[in-house]
C-alpha cells in the first residue's frame, strides 16, 4: 500500500557519510538512495546413476552398449541468470524539511526509499508485484513413480543370475513382440477402440522399461540452483565446482572455477551552463546511477554477459525550485536506481 509521508517526529541520528540529523519535534522527512546487489542465479544438473542387477549381461543379451556399470554422480553447470536485488543505501541519507514552495508530499517505500511526489495513494505498486515472482529455490512437483508388476515365476525360480537374466531377456523380447501384434491388428481379441489401444500400449512401454532397467539400469537427472550475492564494488566473485562434487571449496583440486566479475562504470556529472549553477535547487534530489558490465565466466567460457544499472556508484541531483512553480508535480522515482522515471502535472 502507498504511503505519504509528511512528518517524521523524535529525534534521530543517521549513520552517514554525512550525517543527517532530525532535531527533537522537528517536521521532517528521511529517505535512503538505493544500493544495488548482484545476484547470480547458478542452474546446475545432477545426474546419478544406478547400476542395474543384470548389467554384465546388457549387451550380450540385448545389445545394449550404453549400460550403467557402477553407481555414478555427476553434475554439470546448464546456466547463468544475472539479476539484482536493491536495499536502502544508509551511506546516502537525505533529509527534507518544509519549505515554502515545496510541501513535504513524498512517498517512500518500506525500505525507506523514495519512489514518488505528489502521488495518489492508490497508484498501483507493480514493481512490488514483479519481485515477489523470482524464486528459484520453490521445488518442482514430483512425479509419481510407476508401478510395475511383479517378475514371472519363470525369472523368480531361475536357478542362478544368468538364468534370471536370460528369462528377464526373453520376457522384454515378450513384451515387444506382443507390441508388435497389436499395432499389427495380429492379435485375436485387440482393444476395442483407440483409447483402450493406447493404455495398452502404454502399459507395455512401462513394464519393457522397467525390466530393460534390470540391465541398463537408471538415470536420474534434476536441476538444482545456486544463488550467489555479492557487492558489484568488490568487482569479482570466484566459486568452485566440480563434475564430482558439484559447488565446493577451493582446497579441492579437481574443481573449476566459476567467475563472475564485474567492469563498473561510475555516473559523471555533465558541467551544467553557467546560467544553471546558480539555479536555485530543492531539497529533494534523485540519483543518477552508474552502471556496470557483469561476466559469468566457467572454464574460461562465457556462460552470461549483462550491463545493469549500479545506484550506489551514482551521483544525487537535486531537483531544481523551478519545477515546482505553476502547480506541483507528480514525479515518479525508480525504487531500483533513484532515478526520475516521468514527470506530469
Known amino acids: 500500500m502507498k504511503k505519504i509521508f509528511v512528518l517524521l517526529l523524535g529525534a534521530m541520528m543517521l549513520s552517514a557519510s554525512y550525517a543527517q540529523v532530525v532535531e527533537q519535534g522537528e517536521p521532517a522527512v528521511v529517505y535512503y538512495s538505493p544500493k544495488t ?73 518500506e525500505k525507506g526509499i523514495l519512489k514518488g511526489y505528489n502521488l495518489p495513494l492508490s497508484e498501483p505498486d507493480q514493481a512490488a508485484k514483479k519481485q515477489k515472482g523470482f524464486n528459484p529455490s520453490t521445488p518442482k512437483p514430483q512425479k509419481p513413480q510407476e508401478k510395475v508388476a511383479p517378475l514371472p515365476e519363470e525369472v523368480l525360480t531361475a536357478a542362478n543370475p544368468l538364468a534370471q537374466a536370460n528369462a528377464v531377456a526373453k520376457q522384454i523380447f515378450h513384451l515387444r513382440e506382443t507390441r508388435m501384434y497389436l499395432l499389427n491388428g495380429e492379435v485375436e481379441h485387440s482393444p476395442a477402440d483407440g483409447k483402450s489401444m493406447e493404455l495398452v500400449l502404454a502399459e507395455l512401454d512401462k513394464q519393457e522399461r522397467a525390466l530393460t532397467e534390470l540391465f541398463i539400469g537408471k538415470r536420474k537427472k534434476k536441476t538444482e540452483h545456486k544463488r550467489v550475492e555479492f557487492a558489484p564494488e568488490e568487482k569479482k566473485c570466484i566459486l568452485y565446482f566440480s563434475e564430482e562434487n558439484g559447488f565446493t571449496t577451493e582446497e579441492n583440486l579437481e574443481a573449476n572455477t566459476v567467475v563472475v566479475s564485474v567492469n563498473l562504470r561510475p555516473q559523471q556529472l555533465v558541467n551544467t551552463p553557467e546560467k544553471k549553477k546558480n539555479a536555485a535547487v530543492s531539497q529533494i534530489v534523485y540519483n543518477l546511477p552508474g552502471s556496470g558490465e557483469v561476466k559469468v565466466l566457467y572454464k574460461g567460457k562465457e556462460l552470461n554477459r549483462r550491463t545493469i544499472s549500479i545506484a550506489q556508484i551514482g551521483v544525487n541531483v537535486p531537483l531544481p525550485k523551478e519545477l515546482f512553480k505553476g502547480g506541483l508535480p507528480k514525479i515518479v522515482f525508480s525504487e531500483k536506481t533513484g532515478n526520475v522515471v516521468s514527470i506530469s502535472k
Open 37 to 109: 546487489t548482484v545476484v547470480v542465479d547458478l542452474a546446475y544438473t545432477i545426474v546419478q546413476e544406478e547400476p542395474g542387477i543384470y548389467a554384465q549381461y546388457a549387451e550380450a543379451m540385448l545389445g545394449a552398449t550404453d549400460a550403467v556399470l557402477a553407481n555414478k554422480t555427476t553434475y554439470a553447470i546448464k546456466d547463468a541468470n544475472i539479476l539484482t536485488m536493491t536495499s536502502p543505501d544508509y551511506s546516502r541519507a537525505h533529509k527534507v524539511v518544509p519549505e515554502k514552495d515545496v510541501p513535504l508530499l513524498l512517498s517512500l517505500n
